[in-house]
């Protein structure tokens, strides 16, 4: 099974150090192993291979050398621009970690020039549909059941998949934040978490959130940010030409796992999608360069849009998700005089008839829109 970051992760290979970050489980050392036939792998998480790190006495016969979880490492990064500045390439050097690598993008940073940055993210319809040549309305109502990450996605089981997903979801936690942060409130941020399952969809107020939880808002945000970190979750803010104000302004959570949304299937159709759209954004930014932004839109009379585009500071879709309706979103007429230049895109689950209107307005089903989805062009 073949993943679609490893043509462009191995033209890098020979040129930086090449770190692969994603959530747990979503095929990363798999992925990692695939590069080559002739590795070493060491993973910080073995007492075994920490000592190998500490001695850094791995194989330097091998083609290529896998550095899983250093991030937990204390001084990982200064201990890597050691190596790629004494040894460089040989061999050549992979770096996978379950928590957010790219918050290592600081000024200052000792691994600067050093790397290039690869997001990996689970299954989505459209690599689904390129690696297992299934239907894509086959995948849309798998993802909808078990979600995206392999292991379930190929069981295809729903109760391998909620067996799964709590064991998942635990490790998380349990282990990834207590190594990333000291937190002694765990049940808690699972209270968040649960309050999050149902909320998908809907913007979040920090305040709301802490008085549900009897906490603060400054707590609520760190542990927000510390579930971003750990890719359990991913923000879709409002988009504003201020961006500080957009940060202030109360945004939108998804999760990864697309099975952890509670309610009805509107919501886990929403998060699949957005999904999608982030994984594609994510694609364009590491893979080609572009800037990127996924955001919503809404206006003071609260009407709203679930999704906006921005490519290179341009705004180029305006995107809605419907279960069911044939006919076109009277809140598009209401953003396009604001977006002149962004297309508009209403996708529909259960549709029978694809439609275009003459100002280029489009109802598109989504298991098609998604298995096809390029937003470099």
Known sequence: ????????????????????????????????????????????????????????????????????????????????????????????????????????????????????????????????????????????????????FPEPFLENSINYYNRWKKTHLDIILRQDLIDLESVSDIKSIETLIELLRSRVGSPISYASLARDLEKNSKTIKRWLILLENLFVIFPVRPLHKNVARAILKEPKYYFYD?????????????????????KELDYLEDVKGMETGLYYVKNKEGKELDFAVKINEQTTRLIEVKLTDSGLSKNFIVFQKHFKNAKTIQLVKNITREKTFPDGAEIRKISNYLAKIDFSI
Request: glycine residues 8%; contains cysteine; proline residues 4%.
């Open 1 to 148: 099974m073949e993943r679609a970051l490893k043509i462009p992760i191995l033209e890098d290979l020979p040129k930086k150090i090449v770190m692969i970050s994603g959530p747990r489980q979503c095929g990363k050392t798999t992925l990692a192993k695939m590069l080559s036939t002739n590795y070493d792998y060491l993973n910080f998480d073995e007492a075994e291979h920490r000592v190998l790190l500490q001695e850094k006495s791995w194989d330097r016969k091998k083609d290529l050398v896998i550095f899983d979880e250093i991030h937990k490492m204390k001084k990982w990064k200064s201990w890597l621009k050691g190596i790629y500045d004494v040894e460089g390439l040989k061999p050549k050097i992979v770096v996978t970690g379950s928590a957010r690598l790219d918050t290592i993008k600081k000024v200052g940073d000792s691994l600067a020039g050093r790397y290039f940055l690869y997001r990996l993210h689970p299954l989505n319809i459209k690599e689904a549909v390129n690696m297992l040549k299934l239907d894509p309305d086959e995948i849309l109502e798998r993802l909808l059941k078990v979600g995206g």
């Open 258 to 278: 697309i099975g952890q949304v509670k309610g009805e299937e509107g919501a886990r159709l929403e998060n699949l999608v957005a999904c999608a759209l982030r």
